[in-house]
């Protein structure tokens, strides 16, 4: 099961399901006939449904023309033996329109390069994930403090929303250093309304990304139908020029074996993990801090 879920939050099932419409496509060039071409059209549209549901933040245009061809596809599909020219346009249309999808998606799956300039105190600003429930060990700020010999200011509350972090945001106000954002999630499972989701975000931002001290931020793993609050995460990060770690790593370490307690809050293991993700990544922006932690 939580393979299942990890593939959806994680956005790999964009991938699967745009390489089964694809294929779908590319298989009605060998003229099937019969059971198979139902085979064809069903794996199209299941193909569809996983690339819906996985809330990939595609630009909204992209999906609803891509989602409209396939579909219209299908239809001319039904009627191939009046239309042979038109199919074969569509077929052909399909497919391409698939390896785009991938090719818009696929860069914000890479982890990103590590900001420039190394770093001997990180700031983490985030929610329950980072700030922990009081039964773990040690939480991942601490472990990564423990690894990279930076020194880590924890700033998490658990609860916290983007709104709610604002208030806390100006603790930073003339401290340098490599900001690390964990935020949203609870944004995403209350339903806050996007527009203030994106206003909060944006002015989150602006308050602890300075050219003294840069941030890094996390994106958000997210359920089916929640695309809207990934795209403006993914617009502000462009816009700030927040380098964006992919939503994989820590829908990774949320679906791991034994890496929550709840199946939302990490475990010693899911901390542990997440620490060694972050220190992986981080690795040539940290340094140890002068007199130790």
Same mark, same amino acid.
């Given at each position: 099961?939580?393979?299942? /879920?990890?593939?959806?939050?994680?956005?790999?099932?964009?991938?699967?399901?745009?390489?089964?419409?694809?294929?779908?496509?590319?298989?009605?060039?060998?003229?099937?006939?019969?059971?198979?071409?139902?085979?064809?059209?069903?794996?199209?549209?299941?193909?569809?449904?996983?690339?819906?549901?996985? $809330?990939?933040?595609?630009?909204?245009?992209?999906?609803?023309?891509?989602?409209?061809?396939?579909?219209?596809?299908?239809?001319?599909?039904?009627?191939?033996?009046?239309?042979?020219?038109?199919?074969?346009?569509?077929?052909?249309?399909?497919?391409?329109?698939?390896?785009?999808?991938?090719? /818009?998606?696929?860069?914000?799956?890479?982890?990103?390069?590590?900001?420039?300039?190394?770093?001997?105190?990180?700031?983490?600003? +985030?929610?329950?994930? $980072?700030? +922990? /429930?009081?039964?773990?060990?040690?939480?991942?700020?601490?472990?990564?403090?423990?690894?990279?010999?930076?020194?880590?200011?924890?700033?998490?509350?658990?609860?916290?929303?983007?709104?709610?972090?604002? @208030?806390?945001?100006?603790?930073? $106000?003339?401290?340098?250093?490599?900001?690390?954002?964990?935020?949203?999630?609870?944004?995403?499972?209350?339903?806050?309304?996007?527009?203030?989701?994106?206003?909060?975000?944006?002015?989150?931002?602006?308050?602890?990304?300075?050219?003294?001290?840069?941030?890094?931020?996390?994106?958000?793993?997210?359920?089916?139908?929640?695309?809207?609050?990934?795209?403006?995460?993914?617009?502000?990060?462009?816009?700030?020029?927040?380098?964006?770690?992919?939503?994989? /790593?820590?829908?990774?370490?949320?679906?791991?074996?034994?890496?929550?307690?709840?199946?939302?809050?990490?475990?010693?293991?899911?901390?542990?993990?997440?620490?060694?993700?972050?220190?992986?990544?981080?690795?040539?922006?940290?340094?140890?801090? @002068?007199?130790?932690?």
């Amino acid at each position: 099961m939580n393979l299942i /879920i990890y593939h959806f939050i994680s956005g790999q099932a964009f991938f699967s399901g745009t390489v089964l419409v694809a294929v779908a496509a590319a298989a009605f060039f060998f003229s099937p006939s019969g059971a198979r071409r139902i085979v064809g059209r069903l794996a199209a549209l299941v193909g569809v449904l996983l690339a819906a549901l996985s $809330s990939t933040p595609l630009p909204g245009a992209f999906f609803k023309v891509w989602a409209a061809v396939v579909l219209a596809w299908l239809v001319v599909e039904w009627l191939w033996n009046s239309k042979p020219k038109r199919l074969l346009a569509m077929r052909a249309l399909v497919m391409v329109l698939c390896v785009v999808g991938i090719c /818009i998606e696929l860069p914000w799956h890479f982890v990103p390069g590590s900001p420039e300039g190394t770093f001997d105190t990180v700031f983490v600003v +985030g929610d329950s994930l $980072s700030a +922990g /429930i009081g039964e773990e060990k040690e939480t991942w700020p601490v472990i990564l403090q423990e690894r990279t010999g930076a020194r880590v200011e924890n700033l998490s509350l658990g609860g916290e929303t983007v709104g709610s972090a604002l @208030a806390g945001a100006d603790r930073l $106000s003339g401290k340098e250093g490599l900001v690390i954002l964990e935020i949203g999630g609870n944004d995403v499972l209350r339903r806050t309304p996007i527009e203030e989701f994106e206003r909060g975000m944006a002015e989150l931002l602006r308050k602890v990304a300075t050219p003294a001290r840069p941030a890094i931020m996390l994106e958000i793993p997210l359920p089916p139908f929640h695309a809207r609050f990934g795209a403006a995460q993914r617009r502000l990060a462009r816009r700030h020029g927040v380098p964006l770690v992919p939503k994989r /790593i820590l829908a990774a370490v949320l679906c791991g074996p034994n890496m929550t307690v709840d199946g939302l809050h990490f475990s010693d293991a899911g901390h542990e993990a997440l620490a060694r993700r972050l220190a992986q990544a981080l690795g040539p922006s940290l340094r140890p801090a @002068a007199g130790g932690p």
